[in-house]
């Protein structure tokens, strides 16, 4: 649930949506030109159960204060500024960040000037290369740099106007019949405050500051190699997609990620980017079990010996299938009614139409979703028990793109149906029926993501030690 507050920082108010534990890492959204954190309404929701998400408004965007030109100084270093001190009020030490369009130059300062506490990078149609600079942006930026005047003023102002608004979310959308018009309206009324121009014609003006900037933030990026994830809308013809690989010149270990989207890719793509999101950070920040915890001292004494009789005769087959008892089934004995169920409803999975590796697939990238590590290593064990080929395992075990397209469709419909909670675009669906699936692989792999999805959520809840037995395949996934 998103929360929607306001602190006033240096005397101005700032408005931020916040969601999820605060305990939980913290991921900032930093939003783009026109819009503000109103881009991340659909976003929020599916990374609210895995982070503490802040996502403000700038000053003079969205529901934060709009001072005027005589009241603020408009430029992106004192916007920064400001939200860095929005971050120390609200004591936000150690974060990702997610920067989009304007998100971008405003985080990258936020990174330079406190590299240390910067968890992970994700960039979205944010520039921090020229190679990016589409030709609409350059041959308005271009000369108004070079001479600011009626002329070069004139055709700055186009940008504010309704139809070029609606014209950054559609241009390069995969349907954009199918865009929610409300995010092109709400910007523009918010544009279309009075001063709201001259502010952003400030900015624009200002924008030139950002690129003096480029080489700096390149030899941040090379001397700290900030974990980086990369999710461009390629079609976007603003900030194009060299701008997402340029990346790659300073940064050659960062994941990228081309869309079939546009400048605003969330509109369209906001489950395939939680999805991108969780696999990144789950990767770069792995969970370790905390000692001493209630999940502790609830299962820590239970063990097959001490399993409630009715649970015996089910761990037993456990013990038949792997040779030893798996610490998972026994935290489920807690419940034995819930530890028979489950074993019959993983014996029914394995009775669908998907193949025995297949199965497998779905229920690794299941796990991977939920960032549940102990079944990762249980289903790659499996895998390669029947014969899953070691770089599937790894692809899937890590959050990447298996190569061969079938078992990525595969892969990716799992994935997408466990971030989305069981909601996904028709454009999932038919992607996956594109490569051959049909309508009963859409109900397995959807009875494979609920039985999985309990199994995950008992491993979180109850923090299972990682049985010897599965041990080897989790240390060849993080070879």
């Known amino acids: 649930m998103a929360h929607y507050r306001t602190a006033t920082v240096n005397g101005r108010k700032i408005f931020y949506r916040e969601a999820g534990d605060s305990e939980a890492p913290t991921l900032v959204l930093l939003h783009g030109f026109p819009s503000s954190s109103h881009m991340f309404r659909d976003l929020i929701p599916l990374l609210?159960?895995?982070?503490?998400?802040?996502?403000?408004?700038?000053?003079?965007?969205?529901?934060?204060?709009?001072?005027?030109?005589?009241?603020?100084?408009?430029?992106?270093e004192n916007l920064a500024n400001a939200t860095q001190d929005l971050f120390d009020q609200l004591g936000i030490k150690n974060y990702g960040l997610y920067m989009q369009d304007y998100g971008g130059p405003i985080g990258l300062r936020l990174a330079t000037m406190h590299p240390e506490r910067i968890t992970g990078l994700v960039v979205q149609n944010a520039n921090a290369y020229m190679e990016g600079v589409g030709k609409p942006v350059a041959d308005v930026f271009?000369?108004?740099?070079?001479?600011?005047?009626?002329?070069?003023?004139?055709?700055?102002?186009?940008?504010?106007?309704?139809?070029?608004?609606?014209?950054?979310?559609?241009?390069?959308?995969?349907?954009?019949?199918?865009?929610?018009?409300?995010?092109?309206?709400?910007?523009?009324?918010?544009?279309?405050?009075?001063?709201?121009?001259?502010?952003?014609?400030?900015?624009?003006?200002?924008?030139?500051?950002?690129?003096?900037l480029y080489d700096a933030w390149h030899a941040y990026f090379r001397r700290h190699q900030p974990p980086t994830l990369v999710v461009w809308g390629k079609n976007d013809p603003l900030f194009v997609a060299e701008g997402a690989?340029?990346?790659?010149?300073?940064?050659?270990?960062?994941?990228?990620?081309?869309?079939?989207?546009?400048?605003?890719?969330?509109?369209?793509?906001?489950?395939?980017?939680?999805?991108?999101?969780?696999?990144?950070?789950?990767?770069?920040?792995?969970?370790?079990?905390?000692?001493?915890s209630v999940a502790e001292s609830l299962f820590g004494g239970l063990t097959r010996a001490t399993a409630p009789a009715a649970a015996q005769p089910l761990l037993a087959k456990t013990n038949e299938l792997f040779g030893f008892t798996p610490n998972l089934a026994v935290a489920m004995s807690a419940d034995p009614a819930a530890l028979e169920g489950y074993l019959h409803a993983l014996h029914a999975f394995g009775q669908t139409t998907l193949n025995p590796i297949e199965q497998q697939i779905v229920l690794m990238a299941v796990s991977r979703a939920n960032e549940a590590e102990y079944s990762v290593a249980v289903h790659a064990t499996l895998a390669a028990t029947l014969g899953a080929e070691s770089d599937v395992i790894q692809a899937v075990a890590n959050g990447r793109p298996i190569a061969e397209p079938r078992l990525a469709a595969l892969q990716r419909f799992a994935e997408v149906l466990t971030v989305g909670r069981g909601q996904v675009a028709d454009r999932e669906i038919e992607r996956f029926l594109a490569v051959g699936y049909d309508r009963a692989a859409i109900i397995a792999v959807a009875f494979g993501v609920a039985v999985k999805s309990f199994a995950n959520g008992v491993a979180h809840l109850t923090s299972p030690q990682l049985d010897a037995g599965f041990a080897p395949a989790l240390a060849g996934l993080r070879r």
């Open 245 to 292: 690989e340029a990346f790659r010149k300073d940064l050659p270990d960062a994941e990228i990620h081309l869309l079939d989207a546009g400048h605003f890719a969330l509109e369209t793509h906001a489950p395939e980017i939680a999805t991108a999101i969780c696999n990144f950070f789950a990767r770069i920040m792995p969970k370790t079990r905390s000692p001493g």
């Open 142 to 212: 271009l000369p108004l740099w070079k001479e600011r005047n009626s002329e070069t003023e004139k055709a700055a102002r186009g940008f504010f106007a309704a139809e070029t608004t609606k014209f950054q979310y559609t241009a390069g959308a995969l349907n954009p019949d199918g865009l929610n018009p409300d995010a092109w309206t709400h910007d523009q009324a918010l544009l279309d405050r009075p001063g709201n121009a001259d502010i952003q014609l400030k900015l624009f003006t200002d924008y030139q500051n950002n690129v003096a």
């Open 48 to 76: 609210a159960g895995r982070f503490h998400v802040i996502a403000p408004d700038l000053i003079g965007f969205g529901y934060s204060e709009a001072p005027g030109l005589s009241e603020f100084d408009y430029s992106f």
